[in-house]
């Protein structure tokens, strides 16, 4: 899925939420707003968003200095995850289908974005754990192919939903290859994350190789390549990797909140739906 022009300010909005996270000076906010704009009228915009947003990053690192501007908040997301996990876990199993239960709070995990949302409590209210129906329900299209498939790869996305990914992973039943970021970038999860969420005890924890903040498939480590290739069913998680992913033919299953309107009108729903989406282009076997 390509960017589009509505991707700019979507973009110069992230610059301007690190800003305030690195807690910048007015100044240097300013210059370093200023070399993003350059970046992005110079960039080349027949690229998903996620790559875009990777060379946007590196700018902002090399600006600030700091490689892990989210380091702080990543911890505070999964500590505060953590401490809801064994009250989510009995919610999902007094629940009538407990799978669908466990992967609902999973997917309500996705609100959890620095990179697409602003910067408000996701635990407010509780208001991330509200039900709405979804504008796309594949889900027992997903439990089919779920008891069909013997290799499993699940595409994390940001830190803090991981622990409920982990969730959802522990009640399927079935162990998983877990795939995370392989070095910070916004608020993704890496291999540090991944391991404090205790993703380690329900799956096989590795890096992907990829550096963008969606599963940009020839960024991926050759080894990593080859069990998307060999895998049976791939669980894609969060909007990054759907733009990334999408056009490809394989054997995907997009979960996903449709946080901007660029998503949402190319899935044709409302923006800020959830989504759960076996791919237009599903396939036995990933084709590249």
């Known amino acids: 899925m390509k960017a589009e022009a509505e991707c700019y300010l979507c973009l110069l909005s992230q610059v301007l939420r690190t800003a305030v996270v690195l807690g910048l000076s007015d100044q240097a906010t300013r210059e370093m707003t200023r070399q993003a704009c350059a ?6 915009f027949d690229r998903t968003p996620p790559e875009i947003s990777e060379d946007l990053y590196s700018l902002i690192a090399g600006f600030s ?3 892990d501007p989210y380091k702080k908040l990543k911890e505070e997301h999964i500590q505060r995850a953590l ?3 064994s009250g989510l876990k009995n919610m999902a199993q007094l629940a009538p289908d407990p799978l669908r239960a466990a992967l609902e709070i999973s997917l309500a995990g996705n609100v959890i974005d620095f990179g697409a949302n602003s910067g408000e409590d996701w635990l407010l209210d509780g208001r991330f754990l509200q039900s709405q129906p979804l504008a796309i329900d594949d889900y027992q299209l997903l439990r089919a192919d779920l008891d069909r498939a013997e290799t499993i790869v699940f595409l994390g996305d940001n830190a803090g939903e991981t622990v409920f990914d982990r969730l959802f992973i522990e009640f ?5 290859i877990y795939a995370v970021r392989e070095k910070p970038i916004i608020n993704d999860a890496t291999l540090e994350e991944g391991r404090a969420s205790g993703l380690q005890l329900v799956a096989e924890l590795i890096s992907s190789g990829c550096r963008a903040p969606g599963t940009v498939y020839e960024q991926c480590w050759p080894k990593f390549q080859g069990l998307l290739r060999q895998a049976d069913l791939i669980i894609s998680k969060g909007q990054g990797n759907f733009e990334c992913l999408e056009q490809l033919r394989g054997p995907f299953y997009f ?3 449709a ?4 998503v949402a009108r190319y899935l044709d729903v409302s923006q800020g739906s959830l989504v759960i989406m076996r791919s ?6 990933l084709q590249v």
């Open 280 to 285: 237009k282009n599903f396939a036995p076997c």
């Open 172 to 176: 399927s039943g079935r162990r998983m």
């Open 39 to 44: 970046f992005l009228a110079a960039t080349d």
């Open 83 to 85: 401490e809801l996990y």
């Open 65 to 67: 200095r700091d490689p």
């Open 259 to 262: 946080k901007c309107q660029v």
């Open 255 to 257: 979960l996903l909140k």
